[in-house]
């Protein structure tokens, strides 16, 4: 049973444009939660984080929104460069995080010229 | 700054062979936890060690995996005998922190396993 999903296997985002990336999870206690970003040959790599007690995050051209009562939380990319073209992974954790982050399948993102 | 190294990057292997995958994490992390990637599963959790202790191994698949960490610096995670259905890729990754997200996970570049 997938606590964390990610619906989308793939997205397509002209250049310069916004790429919005989703996920939802079924898990009340998780409190804490990322998003990772994977190249090809290559481990993922932390790029933003929310903790429950906010709603919004942001670090430059990425934004991570939470909406607590929806389970659901959602990546922004604005604006959209072809550097970006990766898997993303959404991520989730419990108590502090002392027992690992719960991963989604992942969404791979391609930016198109 | 050296990040989190796993070795080999890539193990090919006939089914019931044993398989041996290494990692050495970021000095000074003292969490350390083994993921599996599949195209079905995606990133699985498999077994995490703080301060080398493993903590919890209920993601590991079956007795045929065992994992080790004999020091600060060094974990094995063992497939034996292997079998086709083990073919993926194995990350290792790392945290400063037991508790807290001062610091998320810093993974490695992962080794790529087939089983044959």
């Known amino acids: 049973d997938q606590q964390v999903k990610q619906n989308s296997p793939s997205l397509s985002v002209q250049e310069g444009r916004i790429s919005i990336l989703n996920c939802d999870y079924t898990n009340s206690m998780f409190d804490y939660f990322l998003w990772y970003k994977k190249y090809p040959a290559e481990g993922p790599t932390f790029l933003i984080s929310?903790?429950?007690?906010?709603d919004k995050n942001e670090d430059g051209r990425f934004t991570v929104f939470l909406n607590k009562s929806a389970k659901h939380l959602s990546l922004h990319i604005v604006p959209s460069q072809p550097g970006d073209s990766a898997v993303y992974f959404c991520?989730?954790?419990?108590?502090?995080?002392?027992?690992?982050?719960?991963f989604g399948k992942g969404t791979h993102l391609i930016i198109q010229p | 700054d050296a990040g989190v190294i796993q070795s080999p990057r890539h193990e090919v292997t006939e089914m019931g062979q044993e398989v041996t995958l290494r990692c050495k994490p970021i000095?000074?992390?003292?969490?350390l936890f083994w993921y599996r990637q599949t195209m079905m599963r995606g990133l699985e959790l498999l077994i995490y060690f703080n301060n080398n202790v493993p903590i919890d191994d209920s993601g590991m698949p079956e007795d045929r995996f065992s994992a080790k960490m004999p020091n600060a610096s060094f974990s094995t995670l063992k497939i034996q005998p292997s079998e086709p259905r083990d073919s993926a890729v194995y990350f290792c990754?790392?945290?400063?922190?037991?508790?807290?997200?001062?610091?998320?996970?810093?993974f490695g570049n992962g080794t790529r396993l087939t089983v044959t």
């Open positions: 929310i903790s429950s007690i906010k």
């Open positions: 000095s000074g992390h003292n969490s």
């Open positions: 990754a790392s945290s400063p922190t037991q508790t807290g997200w001062s610091s998320p996970l810093h």
């Open positions: 991520a989730a954790s419990s108590g502090g995080g002392a027992d690992g982050l719960t």
